[in-house]
């Protein structure tokens, strides 16, 4: 039998081919197919009783001829029947599991299946995100961004979109003028030897500090700025030498969350190619001065009518507004964007909207395709107080320190739990399970909301946590050890029988809603719906592993039961990857 990867469009069709044999309006009927409540079934189509209010019929009438009318591939995978007052509910057969099970045995079969589906398979997606400011550490405001902005990325790219990852660092600020005035002053060498951007980010704050206390130092500072933008040699050495330290501090956090960029085109990046974004926007009557400063008002928009998008200073200086059209610019004609992603956080809010309307405005007007532009924004991460999360003397908690701490928290944790194992193994699972758990814990959430970050729930073996996954992985790779079975070699196939127990065949079921957990996921670009599968998957594990014993005598049973092992241990594995963790053999 030839098995979709995703059963929910497979059906859809057939309702839509049924449909059509028994003549019904194709612009009325929408079959509406979506996943069931378990205790009903696997899918449920609600399409019928709108048409039927349409068309004045009686619903349940019309859901038995529709029922009557589907092609013999879907009647022969699914049991179908009508509820209610015209709902129909459709469960997986046994046999059609058995299939599905069969066809997507690897990471590269769920590949396929992921894309044979998805819209945005072949599309070229830009996914901005991370973008810290350089010269400063990276510290806890920074994390979601890298960590929800890395598994969208994992997802697309696993979908099938071609995917560029692009780092947009705020390189070119007014800062530099009090930091470079700072560092030609008051440069410590031996600090800047030991850690440079501790040292930077010290002698940001005496410049500061320095130009708020004195008008002519302000003045000073703004020279410098001013001759560094003019290209003067000393100025750029020292720009450059901070901007290279800071990405060699930004390049350990990346590497610790398993991110790596295919570009880093910063703000400055963009600074000769603004000229064209005033000229074009003038040009085509978006952009107008006012007071010195060039603006774009949306009429249209009630809140953008009065409060404009500036792209440039009164000072005739670009801003973050007009590097950011730039960048939009070059994103959709040096790369083909089709799609454009700003993981950024929602205080950024009227910034991207303005950023996106006027470019849809500019793009429409230069006739350019409009890409898909889109905020996925996210909430703060807060602490215990509900406040946004600092230290306890109200400083911002580094990514650096906070990343070690997860990594200690989780070493103590397996030190308790796996006192068995070598340092070395203990000290791998520590990292793993530390910086997997912090990462999770910002996943799991729905992106929007703000969330309280706590240690003790996230490094904890219980609950929606990583760790309680990554023991649900070793749980079983230790099942395969025992059996001295190799759980990427081929399991079940002819020698297995057909599923028989309901916590087998509810398992099997929960296998096969991983592609809906998927596009779930990729849609709307939020990742807490996978982990939410994740979670229940490794839930609807733990009760077959407790039913039905797995290493049986009978060949037929094991095998089939070992097959089940093996494709949950693949979701596991393969759905955290997509998440940005790293996985565990042993823990
Ligand atoms: N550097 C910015 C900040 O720290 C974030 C940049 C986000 N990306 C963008 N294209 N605007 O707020």
């Known amino acids: 039998?030839?098995?979709?990867?995703?059963?929910?469009?497979?059906?859809?069709?057939?309702?839509?081919?049924?449909?059509?044999?028994?003549?019904?309006?194709?612009?009325?009927?929408?079959?509406?197919?979506?996943?069931?409540?378990?205790?009903?079934?696997?899918?449920?189509?609600?399409g019928v009783l709108p048409y039927a209010k349409r068309s004045r019929q009686n619903p349940r009438a019309l859901a038995e001829q529709l029922v009557g009318a589907l092609p013999a591939s879907i009647t022969g995978a699914c049991e179908v029947a009508v509820a209610g007052p015209g709902f129909l509910n459709f469960t997986l057969k046994p046999t059609t599991l058995e299939a599905w099970l069969e066809a997507f045995a690897d990471e590269d079969s769920l590949r396929q299946g992921a894309k044979s589906g998805q819209p945005e398979a072949g599309k070229v997606f830009i996914v901005d995100y991370s973008a810290p400011n350089t010269a400063k550490q990276m510290h806890v405001g920074h994390l979601r961004s890298a960590v929800i902005g890395e598994a969208i990325s994992r997802l697309l790219d696993f979908?099938?979109?071609?995917?560029?990852?692009?780092?947009?660092?705020?390189?070119w600020g007014t800062g530099f003028g009090k930091l470079i005035w700072a560092y030609k002053r008051e440069l410590d060498?031996?600090?800047?030897?030991?850690?440079?951007?501790?040292?930077?980010?010290?002698?940001?704050?005496?410049?500061?500090?320095?130009?708020?206390?004195?008008?002519?130092?302000l003045a000073e500072a703004r020279q410098e700025l001013v001759k560094l933008q003019s290209g003067d040699k000393e100025n750029?050495?020292?720009?450059?030498?901070?901007?290279?330290?800071?990405?060699?501090?930004?390049?350990?956090?990346?590497?610790?969350?398993?991110?790596?960029?295919?570009?880093?085109?910063?703000?400055?990046?963009?600074?000769?190619?603004?000229?064209?974004?005033?000229?074009?926007?003038?040009?085509?009557?978006?952009?107008?001065?006012?007071?010195?400063?060039?603006?774009?008002?949306?009429?249209?928009?009630?809140?953008?009518?009065?409060?404009?998008?500036?792209?440039?200073?009164?000072?005739?200086?670009?801003?973050?507004?007009?590097?950011?059209?730039?960048?939009?610019l070059y994103r959709r004609e040096h790369f083909d964007a089709d799609a454009v992603i700003y993981v950024i956080d929602s205080r950024q809010s009227d910034h991207c909207q303005q950023l996106f309307l006027t470019t849809?405005?500019?793009?429409?007007?230069?006739?350019?395709?409009?890409?898909?532009?889109?905020?996925?924004?996210?909430?703060?991460?807060?602490?215990?107080?509900?406040?946004?999360?600092?230290t306890r003397s109200g400083e911002n908690i580094k990514l650096r320190e906070l990343l070690a701490e997860a990594t200690e928290r989780a070493a103590r944790l397996v030190a308790e739990k796996s006192a068995d194992l070598s340092a070395a193994e203990q000290a791998e699972i520590a990292a793993v399970v530390g910086v997997g758990?912090?990462?999770?814990?910002?996943?799991?959430?729905?992106?929007?909301?703000?969330?309280?970050?706590?240690?003790?729930?996230?490094?904890?073996?219980?609950?929606?946590?990583?760790?309680?996954?990554?023991?649900?992985?070793?749980?079983i790779r230790s099942i395969f050890r025992k059996l001295d079975r190799d759980p990427a070699a081929s399991t079940?196939?002819?020698?297995?029988?057909?599923?028989?127990?309901?916590?087998?065949?509810?398992?099997?079921?929960?296998?096969?809603?991983?592609?809906?957990?998927?596009?779930?996921?990729?849609?709307?670009?939020?990742?807490?719906?996978?982990?939410?599968?994740?979670?229940?998957?490794?839930?609807?594990?733990?009760?077959?592993?407790?039913?039905?014993?797995?290493?049986?005598?009978?060949?037929?049973?094991?095998?089939?039961?070992?097959?089940?092992?093996?494709?949950?241990?693949?979701?596991?594995?393969?759905?955290?990857?997509?998440?940005?963790?790293?996985?565990?053999?042993?823990?």
């Not at 969330?451 to 609950?463: A, H, R, T």
């Open 437 to 475: 758990s912090v990462q999770y814990a910002d996943l799991c959430q729905n992106r929007s909301t703000d969330y309280v970050f706590s240690w003790d729930k996230m490094i904890s073996l219980e609950g929606n946590t990583a760790a309680y996954l990554l023991y649900a992985i070793a749980r």
């Open 492 to 587: 079940g196939g002819a020698e297995a029988s057909g599923l028989e127990t309901s916590t087998e065949i509810a398992l099997a079921r929960k296998l096969a809603k991983f592609p809906e957990a998927l596009s779930g996921a990729v849609g709307p670009l939020r990742p807490h719906v996978l982990c939410l599968y994740l979670y229940e998957l490794a839930g609807e594990f733990s009760a077959f592993y407790t039913a039905d014993k797995v290493s049986v005598e009978d060949p037929a049973i094991r095998e089939r039961r070992l097959r089940l092992c093996a494709r949950t241990l693949l979701l596991l594995e393969t759905g955290l990857g997509l998440l940005g963790l790293r996985t565990l053999e042993r823990m």
């Open 360 to 390: 849809e405005k500019w793009f429409t007007q230069t006739n350019r395709a409009v890409p898909r532009m889109e905020h996925t924004s996210f909430g703060t991460v807060l602490g215990e107080n509900n406040k946004p999360l600092k």
């Open 189 to 217: 060498a031996t600090a800047l030897e030991s850690d440079p951007l501790e040292e930077f980010e010290r002698l940001y704050k005496v410049g500061n500090q320095a130009a708020d206390e004195d008008e002519s130092v």
């Open 159 to 171: 979908s099938g979109a071609r995917v560029i990852r692009d780092n947009h660092i705020g390189d």
């Open 1 to 46: 039998m030839s098995v979709p990867f995703n059963f929910a469009p497979a059906i859809s069709a057939a309702l839509d081919e049924a449909a059509a044999s028994l003549e019904w309006d194709a612009a009325v009927f929408a079959p509406d197919v979506r996943t069931a409540d378990p205790r009903h079934g696997d899918f449920q189509a609600n």
């Open 236 to 328: 750029l050495a020292i720009w450059r030498r901070i901007n290279e330290v800071s990405l060699t501090a930004f390049q350990e956090i990346y590497d610790q969350l398993g991110i790596k960029f295919d570009y880093t085109l910063g703000e400055s990046f963009y600074n000769d190619k603004v000229g064209q974004v005033y000229e074009e926007l003038t040009a085509a009557g978006l952009a107008r001065e006012s007071q010195g400063a060039l603006v774009v008002f949306h009429p249209e928009h009630p809140k953008f009518k009065k409060q404009p998008f500036l792209i440039r200073k009164s000072d005739g200086a670009a801003n973050y507004a007009s590097t950011d059209l730039a960048t939009l």
